[in-house]
């Protein structure tokens, strides 16, 4: 029955994301920041492998199942100037509901000095976005999985508030004897309730994103590809007002790119490439390159290394420490940490223990 009611919103969010979209880039982009280190340290894009860590739940819904049955995940981002994000994620399995996590993000921009027009100081104001999350996940079959997120958004800016809700939609087929997988996920949908400003209404960074990821049979290697921006073509500006044209010396005027070299540039700026490895159970690395963020980061004038990222995690006794780091611009790199537990197989292990030496007591 819940999960009818889950499904019924979510149906719901789609039609009104469709009603109230007008121009602009959309409303709420925080919904598009990535807290988990693995995520961060992939590029930011979606995750198909269903590894052992409940920080990715909420990305992909589909992922979700007893496997995290309860774990608990805390994240923290040190992001750019004064600003800090941070979440906190439980994941429970129910023998009747299924399998859901719930998921609390804040996004604080620190305190501001308010002013008039001539420059005199008022007093101060705080900003801040916050995001309540419950996803729902279900395996249909062995290779086949669904979930679906419903959100809650609330953000305040000084007098300006706004409220909203917002849904995730996701499909994973994951082959475990082929190490292969496959996610695709609809991203965003939903509709401001209450806006910033009377009858303004934006819309949701809506997106759809696929994903795929290749581990080698003999090597402990795994590839993942992430596609964002599927609905749309055009990913970069190309116009008179774009400041890295180049200008003819002779005619003044500026110098367009090629067709072709306009379109191979939007292809690849729809990819995310990674690569991950995992030495043992126990430890991991893994790094990435996003070619849109690179592109939106470019300085011609000077090389930097915007749209890499890369990163670790350490997985001892279902206790894991993720770690990463993310290049936006020259000193923007935000570092991403989180620690999650799963206390269901602490639980199992600890009563295993105990029926082991009962079972040895009892010989003796």
């Known amino acids: 029955m819940k999960q009818k009611i889950i499904v019924t919103i979510i149906l719901i969010l ?56 309860q774990s608990f995940s805390a994240h923290f981002v040190d992001h750019f100037s004064n600003s800090a994000h941070g979440s906190a994620l439980y ?3 129910f023998k009747k509901a299924g399998s859901y996590a719930m998921e609390m993000r804040f996004i604080g921009y620190g305190t501001f000095e308010q002013t008039d027009d001539a420059g005199n100081i008022l007093g101060t104001f705080s900003a801040g976005d916050y995001v309540a999350t419950l996803g729902w996940g279900r395996k249909l079959s062995p290779l086949f999985s669904i979930g679906a997120n419903l959100k809650i958004i609330y953000s305040a800016y000084a007098e300006y508030h706004s409220f909203g809700l917002g849904a995730d939609l996701a499909g994973t087929y994951y082959n475990s004897d082929k190490l292969f997988g496959l996610s695709l996920l609809l991203k965003n949908m ?35 590809v992430s596609l964002h921006s599927l609905y749309k073509w055009e ?31 939007n292809f690849f700026r729809h990819f995310i490439f990674g690569v991950e490895i995992l030495p043992s159970p126990y430890f991991s690395l893994f790094a ?14 000077r090389r930097t290394v915007a749209g890499l990222s890369y990163g670790f995690a350490l997985n001892i006794k279902s ?19 989180n620690l999650a537990i799963n206390f269901g197989k602490i639980r199992e292990a600890t009563q295993q223990k105990k029926s082991l030496k009962r079972v040895k007591n009892f010989n003796e």
């Open 14 to 69: 789609a039609f009104l994301s469709g009603k109230s979209q007008i121009g602009g880039t959309g409303v709420y982009p925080f919904l598009d920041f990535t807290y988990s280190a693995r995520i961060s340290g992939l590029g930011g894009g979606l995750i198909v492998t269903p590894i052992d860590d409940p920080s990715i739940l909420t990305y992909n819904p589909s992922l979700i199942s007893d496997q995290f049955h």
């Open 91 to 93: 994941s429970h399995t």
């Open 190 to 224: 939903g509709s401001q309730i209450t806006t910033y400003t009377p009858g303004n209404y934006e819309r949701l960074p809506f997106d759809i994103q696929l994903a795929l990821s290749k581990r080698l049979k003999y090597l402990p290697v795994c590839f993942h």
């Open 235 to 265: 990913m970069g500006y190309v116009g008179k007002n774009d400041p890295f044209l180049s200008i003819d010396a002779i005619t003044g005027e500026a110098k367009y790119p090629s067709a072709f070299e306009q379109g191979v540039k």
């Open 288 to 301: 990435s390159f996003n070619y849109h963020r690179s592109q939106e980061m470019l300085i011609p004038a």
């Open 319 to 337: 206790i894991q420490l993720g770690f990463a780091r993310s290049h936006y611009a020259i000193g923007a790199a935000p570092i991403y940490i």
